[in-house]
């Protein structure tokens, strides 16, 4: 499909640029051109329809399209009664797992399957239990797996959404594997061909990223990635999709210029994506080593995830725990009391990444997402010139509540593959993928977070059996089977998980810390440090995370350190809202008008900070002024002085003696903060109402969210 004339005036404008600024310039953003930009993908339901005639199966498959533009497809495979079999459990009928062909298109997480007269049932990734089991079906192995009260109706069908991305922001977004990212899908015997206007001395940059068998068959063909430019073929690559990081990097100069066509294709069984491909200066050197003044510098974002800020020394942690992270703080400028806009993740990563407040972004709820209205730090860098880049742990840090917004590249890692080692593998791919812009990435783990995993291979055994062990102790003591959560022993029994997953993470992290230091990042860039929010484990009656705001799971680390930072230890309440324009400064690119934060590197540290938990039917609120903090369930409490609880934090920093009805400064200091409070809690837009697919649902479950 050829690209609209507009990529060729930004193509000209931008070599009018480079050749007119004299010798060896600093390149304008502009001189990186992203081929996505206007790229227009082809009917989905016209190319499934032709991958499944080619492939040629024994079935009688249709793509049929909904919506009222149409604008869904979906894949119906007729499941046969007499391809069905009973199974070894009560009410247990299995089939083999439709595969190949257009299947290669579908998201798994909206496939259902229907006895074609009203019924569904939706996947779950979980073993079936007693309140699914009428709704649900699994897949094991190469089978669907699904409980009927009697025998399979001859017009069961297995109905499966067709997906190949969107347009956003004029840029097709392509989805494959668990990455959303830029990107050009090809289908199988199809080419796409894009009409541009090459600059001079260009290259061409772009992430091959192999077909996603995702249960469609285990014995998938390597696909053959193919780039033409001018009747030449530029690149001809064999990419299996068994690669470990599942995409491979190139960088392709390129002799020619002016009025080009670029074709892409691809061989083999199924679609496959070109990501994040662009046009950059062919001579752009390496970072830290750029033919031109290197100006902004690279910016890494380490997000451990329910890191309690005293897992380090610098803020009371016993110095074995992470001395590694201990080694980074003491090289850095570190803030003693930043605090978290919230307690849990959602809302509090929303924070980070919008620079709103969780009122403001609106991604307070399981089925509330992060409004696209809102501008994000990855936006706003990405229009001054940076690449983007996130790897993620996902769940709670997902594309699902619109937190991919801004990158050109998000990769969710599944809680099922939740390693440590491999996410920063793919942290170090993203850092190597060079193509002469400065770096935005964004790197998240849920290393420290439940289910705990034992020791560098991450074991979640261990901690199964200790609930086990604990649940059958309190079993023989003639008590409920349950472990409860404010059961001390249960508490310390979490602890010592907990302090052996800070320990790994550190020893994960600081290796490549210590990688990154021997290369000189942090001359040239520089890294922070911090977390979403804190864990509790019996502090003040609480356990875990979420709910009441106490500052068990508010307090987080925040570090900074790199190019231009003075090392130093800050005093005073500061808040992750000025995260974003704090970053914009160290860029040197103006913040979002519609931010409230300040960057820190300006602002004095102690001006009041909120924190927020605005779930629907359970809302709290917490005020740090003046070295006080107040805890209110509402802002008509807050205006009528009906505190939950109030602390100074100057002399009670554990928070173990509430002075809301003690005194008379709590009720003074919330009328105070009253009214400008209550701006934080005006949405920008709309809420965005989110229907999570029900595997995603079961997983948030698992990790302790949900029902």
């Not at 068998?213 to 068994?242: C, M, N």
């Amino acid at each position: 499909m050829r690209r609209p004339s507009a990529c060729a005036r930004l193509a000209l404008l931008a070599a009018a640029l480079v050749a007119c600024a004299g010798e060896q310039p600093t390149p304008a953003a502009s001189r990186w051109i992203d081929l996505t930009r206007g790229f227009r993908s082809r009917s989905l339901a016209e190319q499934a329809t032709r991958l499944e005639a080619a492939a040629r199966l024994p079935r009688q498959a249709r793509v049929v399209q909904s919506g009222l533009a149409g604008e869904e497809a979906w894949l119906e495979v007729p499941l046969p009664r007499a391809d069905w079999s009973a199974g070894k459990r009560p009410c247990e009928w299995r089939i083999e797992l439709p595969v190949g062909g257009a299947m290669f298109c579908t998201e798994k997480k909206r496939t259902v399957l229907s006895d074609g007269a009203g019924r569904e049932w939706t996947y779950s990734r979980q073993v079936l239990g007693a309140r699914k089991v009428a709704t649900r079906f699994m897949i094991e192995g190469d089978e669907i797996v699904v409980c009927l009260e009697g025998e399979p109706s001859d017009t069961m069908l297995c109905r499966a959404r067709l997906d190949s991305g969107k347009e956003i922001d004029e840029r097709w977004r392509a989805r494959q594997w668990d990455l959303t990212t830029n990107g050009i899908l090809v289908f199988p015997g199809e080419s796409e061909r894009l009409s541009c206007e090459i600059p001079p001395a260009s290259r061409l940059c772009f992430s091959t990223v192999s077909p996603d068998p995702g249960g469609h068959g285990a014995d998938l063909a390597p696909t053959i990635f193919r780039v033409k430019l001018g009747g030449r073929t530029l690149l001809e690559h064999r990419q299996s999709y068994q690669s470990p990081l599942r995409s491979e990097w190139h960088d392709i100069a390129l002799d020619a210029s002016g009025p080009q066509e670029l074709v892409f294709e691809v061989e083999g069984p199924a679609p496959a994506l070109f990501a994040t491909p662009v046009l950059a200066p062919r001579a752009s050197g390496s970072p830290g080593s750029r033919p031109w003044k290197e100006g902004r510098p690279d910016i890494v974002l380490l997000l451990c995830d329910t890191f309690r800020a005293d897992s380090l020394s610098a803020w009371g942690g016993a110095p074995e725990h992470a001395p590694q992270l201990n080694a980074l703080v003491e090289g850095s400028l570190h803030f003693l009391d930043a605090r978290a806009t919230a307690a849990w993740t959602l809302p509090s990563i929303g924070t980070i990444l919008s620079g709103l407040f969780p009122g403001q972004h609106g991604g307070t709820d399981l089925d509330r997402g992060v409004t696209s209205a809102a501008e994000t730090l990855a936006e706003v860098l990405g229009r001054a010139g940076y690449r983007t880049a996130a790897v993620t742990d996902s769940m709670l840090f997902s594309s699902h509540f619109g937190q991919d917004q801004g990158f050109e590249w998000f990769e969710e890692v599944s809680v099922a593959n939740w390693d440590l080692g491999a996410t920063l593998e793919r942290a170090r791919q993203r850092v190597a993928c060079d193509d002469g812009r400065p770096l935005f990435l964004v790197v998240h783990t849920y290393r420290v977070h439940p289910p705990m995993r034992w020791g560098p291979e991450e074991d979640g055994k261990p901690w199964e059996d200790a609930l086990q062990e604990r649940s059958e102790r309190r079993r023989e003591r003639d008590q409920e089977g349950l472990v409860s959560a404010e059961d001390a022993e249960f508490q310390a029994i979490g602890r010592r998980f907990y302090l052996n997953a800070v320990n790994d993470l550190d020893q994960k992290v600081g290796a490549w810390i210590g990688e990154l230091e021997r290369d000189g990042f942090f001359e040239r860039g520089l890294l922070v440090l911090t977390s979403d929010h804190g864990d509790a484990f019996g502090e003040n009656g609480q356990s875990g995370h979420g709910g009441e705001l106490f500052d068990v799971k508010l307090r987080v680390p925040l570090a900074l350190r790199g190019r231009g930072i003075e090392p130093r230890a800050v005093r005073g309440v500061v808040s992750l809202i000025d995260l974003a324009p704090t970053l914009a400064d160290l860029a040197d690119v103006d913040p979002a008008p519609s931010w409230p934060g300040r960057s820190l590197l300006t602002a004095a540290a102690g001006r009041p900070a909120f924190a927020f938990d605005l779930k629907k039917h359970n809302k709290r609120l917490a005020l740090f002024a003046e070295g006080k903090k107040l805890m209110v369930p509402d802002m008509d409490a807050l205006r009528a002085g009906r505190l939950t609880h109030a602390f100074d934090l100057t002399q009670d920093p554990g928070e173990a003696h509430d002075l809301a009805r003690e005194t008379e400064w709590p009720r003074a200091l919330g009328q105070a903060l009253a009214a400008p409070l209550e701006l934080l809690l005006v949405p920008v837009s709309e809420a965005k109402d989110i229907d999570l697919p029900l595997d995603v649902q079961d997983d948030l479950e698992a990790i302790g969210y949900g029902e």
